[in-house]
C-alpha cells in the first residue's frame, strides 16, 4: 500500500477498511508501527473512555482509519464507495501524462460480513461496475460468535462472488504463506476490469490454547497463553506492549517510501496547475469541501401565485439546476428513478465504458434494489473526499437503509437521502408503502437532519442546509402530492428549521406542522376563524433538529408561553411532545386507496383539524400560565 502517515488526508493514498471491525486491536497496531498519531500508551488504552482505539474503528477517534465500522457488512459495502469514488474522480481529473487518482482500496471481511444482505447487495454492484482497483481479502476461519460456521453458514462463498463478477483466488495456508498472499495481491491488481476477492483460510487465534474455536473469538488469551503464544514466536514472554527498534526501522521505510510517493505526487500537481488551472482549482476546492461562491442563487424561489407542485417535482428542479454548478454532487436511485426524480435530465451515468451505458466519469448512480448498500456505498463515497454524495428511494424504505443511516451520523459524513412518498399522501400503494414511524426513527438518531419540507422555498431551505453541513447527513421527505406555495414561505424562514408561517394578535391556539400537513393546517386556521371565531396562527416546522439548534429565545416566539399548541403530521405523534401539549398524527398503519379519501379518512382536513384545536383549547384553558413545552427544566440536547 501506499500512503503517508505524517499526512493521513493524502488524496491519492491507498485506502483500507477493516470490515470485521472488531479486530480493530490488530489495525491499531499496526498504524502505531508506522507512524500514525497512536503511540503505544493509545494502545494500552484500547477501549478505555477518551482513547483514540476505540471497540471499533471511527474514522474521526483514529488517524489512519479511513471509515467507521463494526456493524457487519457496512465496512465492506464503503469499501465499494471508496473504489467507486476512486474511478469516479480519476475519470474527471486525470488526464495523459497526469494521473492523480489511482489508489486501490482493499478491505478485510469476515464469514459474519459474508452472512450480512448489505455485503451481498455491495458485492453484487461492485461486480456490475467492474471495479478493478478494489481488492477484498476474506478472512476464511469458519468461526463466528456462536462457535463453527457449520452450524448456520455452509454456502461456498467464492461461488457466490464469482456469479457476482469477481475475481476469486484463494491462499489455503493464510496463517504462514506470506508469498502467495503477496503474488494474490499482485495478480488482483493485474487484473483491471473486475473488483477481487482473496479467500484467505486461516486459524482463528493461531498459536494459541484455544486455535480453531469460538472461545478466542471476543476474549483476551488467559496470561499463561498468551506466555505461550510469545514464546512460539520468539518474543519474550515477559514482556508487554514492547516494540523493538528494528520493526519501527523496518516499518518506517515503507511510510518513508509513503511520504516520497506524496512529494512527487505534489510535484505532479504543481505541473498540472500549470497546464490545466480550472480542473486543478476545482479539485482543490472540492477536497477542501468548500463550495463555489455563489452556488446558492441556483436554488429556485416560489411565490404564492406559482403552481401546487409536489415537493419530489421541487426537488427534481433542485438537483437539476445544481447539477452544472456543483460537480462535486453524484448520486442516484435504488431503482426508482422516475419516481424519486433524481436524475437532471443532461447527466450521464455512472458505467464502466465497456457496458455502453455511461462511463466512470457519470454522476448518476443505478444502485439497482439495494437500499441498504446504497447508503453504506454513499458513507463510502462521502469519506473518499470531494464528492457529496445523494441517493433516492421512498421514505419507508430508507428504514431499509437504517444500519447505513446511523452510521453515516456517527461517521459525520453528510449525505443526502431524497426520501419521497413521504406519508400516507402516496395513497393506492397502501400501508405497506406509506411510512408511520419512519421520521420519529430518524429524528431519534443523534446528529441527523430530517426534512420534510412544505413548497417549494422550503425544498430549497433543505438543501441549503444539507450542503453546506459538513459533518451532518440529511433526510429530505417528499410528497407524491402537489402543494401549494405558501404565504409566509422563504428560504430565509425555512433554514431556522421552524418559523411562524401565519402570525395572529391574541391569537387562541397554535397549529405546528410539516410537510403537506401545512397547507392543510393554513385551511384549518381559515376555518376555526370563519366557523368557530378561533384565532390560529400557524407554524411550520421542516426540520426538528435545526430548530433544536436555535437560541430558547428565537424558540420561544416560534412556541410561546401561554398559547396552547397543536402538532398535525400524518405520521407518528412520537416526539411531539417536545413541542405541542396535544398531537394529532397516525399510531396505527395507514390505508390503501385514493390519497385524497385517505387523509379524509384518517380525518387530516381542516375540520378534522379545527375539531382538534376545539378541544385542545378546551383542555387546556384554566391551565394559567400555560408554559410552552420549550419551556424545560434543562436542554435535551447534551
Excluded at 457488512?73 to 487518482?101: D, I, S
Excluded at 500549470?274 to 442563487?297: D, M, N, S, V, Y
Excluded at 416526539?575 to 396505527?588: D, I, Q, S
Excluded at 385517505?598 to 391551565?623: C, H, M, Q
Aim: proline fraction near 5%; include cysteine; hydrophobic fraction near 40%.
Amino acid at each position: 500500500m501506499k500512503f503517508n502517515p505524517k499526512n493521513p488526508s493524502w488524496a491519492n493514498r491507498d485506502r483500507f477498511v477493516l470490515s470485521n471491525g472488531h479486530g480493530c486491536m490488530l489495525q491499531y497496531a499496526v498504524l502505531h508501527l508506522f507512524g500514525y498519531d497512536l503511540s503505544i500508551d493509545d494502545l494500552r488504552n484500547f477501549r478505555q473512555l477518551g482513547s483514540k482505539t476505540p471497540g471499533h474503528p471511527e474514522a474521526h477517534d483514529t488517524p489512519g482509519v479511513e471509515v467507521t465500522t463494526g456493524p457487519l457488512g457496512q465496512g465492506f459495502a464503503n469499501a465499494v464507495g471508496l473504489a467507486m469514488a476512486e474511478a469516479h474522480v480519476a475519470a474527471r481529473f486525470n488526464k495523459p501524462g497526469y494521473t492523480l487518482f489511482d489508489n486501490y482500496t482493499y478491505c478485510f471481511f469476515g464469514d459474519g460480513c459474508a452472512m450480512e444482505g448489505v455485503a451481498s447487495e455491495a458485492a453484487s454492484q461492485a461486480g456490475h461496475l467492474q471495479l478493478g482497483k478494489l481488492i477484498a481479502i476474506y478472512d476464511d476461519n469458519h468461526i463466528s460468535i456462536d462457535g463453527d460456521t457449520n452450524c448456520a453458514f455452509t454456502e461456498d462463498v467464492m461461488k457466490r462472488f464469482d456469479a457476482y463478477g469477481w475475481h476469486c483466488l484463494h491462499v489455503e495456508k493464510g496463517d504462514e504463506d506470506l508469498e502467495a498472499m503477496e503474488k494474490a495481491i499482485a495478480e488482483a491488481k493485474a487484473v483491471t476490469d473486475k473488483p477481487t476477492v482473496i479467500k484467505l483460510t486461516t486459524t482463528i487465534g493461531y498459536g494459541s490454547k484455544l486455535q480453531g474455536t469460538g472461545g478466542v473469538h471476543g476474549n483476551p488469551l488467559k496470561a499463561d497463553d498468551a506466555k505461550s503464544v510469545k514464546a512460539k514466536f520468539g518474543f519474550n514472554p515477559e514482556e508487554s506492549f514492547a516494540v523493538p527498534q528494528e520493526v519501527y526501522d523496518l516499518y518506517g521505510k515503507t511510510a518513508a517510501a509513503g511520504a516520497a510517493a506524496e512529494e512527487e505526487w505534489n510535484k505532479l500537481f504543481a505541473a498540472y496547475k500549470k497546464e490545466f488551472p480550472t480542473e486543478a482549482a476545482e479539485l482543490e476546492r472540492r477536497l477542501a469541501g468548500l463550495l463555489p461562491e455563489g452556488w446558492e442563487k441556483a436554488l429556485p424561489v416560489y411565490k404564492t401565485s406559482d403552481p401546487a407542485i409536489a415537493s419530489r417535482k421541487l426537488s427534481e428542479t433542485v438537483l437539476g439546476n445544481l447539477y452544472s454548478v456543483l460537480p462535486e454532487l453524484v448520486g442516484g436511485s435504488a431503482d426508482l428513478t422516475g419516481s424519486n426524480l433524481t436524475r437532471a435530465k443532461i447527466a450521464e451515468d455512472f458505467q464502466p465504458e465497456s457496458t455502453g451505458l455511461g462511463t466512470y466519469g457519470g454522476r448518476y448512480i443505478r444502485y439497482g434494489v439495494r437500499e441498504h448498500a446504497m447508503g453504506a456505498i454513499m458513507n463510502g463515497l462521502a469519506a473518499y473526499g470531494g464528492i457529496v454524495p445523494f441517493g433516492g428511494t421512498f421514505l419507508n424504505f430508507v428504514s431499509y437503509a437504517a444500519g447505513a443511516v446511523r452510521l453515516s451520523a456517527l461517521s459525520q459524513v453528510p449525505v443526502i437521502w431524497v426520501a419521497t412518498h413521504d406519508s400516507i399522501g402516496l395513497g393506492e400503494d397502501g400501508p405497506t408503502h406509506q411510512p408511520i414511524e419512519t421520521l420519529a426513527h430518524f429524528r431519534a438518531t443523534p446528529n441527523c437532519m430530517v426534512w420534510r419540507p412544505a413548497d417549494g422555498n422550503e425544498v430549497s431551505a433543505c438543501y441549503y442546509v444539507a450542503l453546506t453541513s459538513k459533518h451532518t447527513p440529511s433526510i429530505i421527505a417528499l410528497s407524491r402530492q402537489n402543494l401549494p406555495q405558501l404565504v409566509g414561505s422563504t428560504i430565509e424562514n425555512g433554514i431556522k428549521g421552524g418559523y411562524v408561517l401565519e402570525e395572529k394578535p391574541g391569537a387562541d391556539i397554535t397549529l405546528v406542522s410539516t410537510g403537506s400537513e401545512v397547507g392543510i393546517a393554513v385551511d384549518a386556521a381559515t376555518e376555526l376563524k370563519e366557523k368557530h371565531n378561533i384565532t390560529a396562527r400557524v407554524v411550520s416546522m421542516p426540520c426538528c433538529e435545526v430548530f433544536d439548534a436555535q437560541s430558547k429565545e428565537y424558540k420561544l416566539s416560534v412556541l410561546p408561553d401561554n398559547i396552547p399548541t397543536l402538532s398535525v403530521e400524518a405520521l407518528s405523534t412520537l416526539g411531539w411532545e417536545r413541542y405541542a401539549h396535544e398531537t394529532f398524527g397516525l399510531n396505527r398503519f395507514g390505508a390503501s386507496g385514493p390519497y385524497k379519501e385517505v387523509y379524509e379518512k384518517f380525518e387530516f382536513t381542516p375540520a378534522g383539524i379545527s375539531k382538534r384545536a376545539l378541544a385542545t383549547i378546551n383542555f387546556w384553558k384554566d391551565v394559567k400560565p400555560l408554559r410552552s413545552p420549550v419551556n424545560r427544566a434543562f436542554e435535551h440536547i447534551i
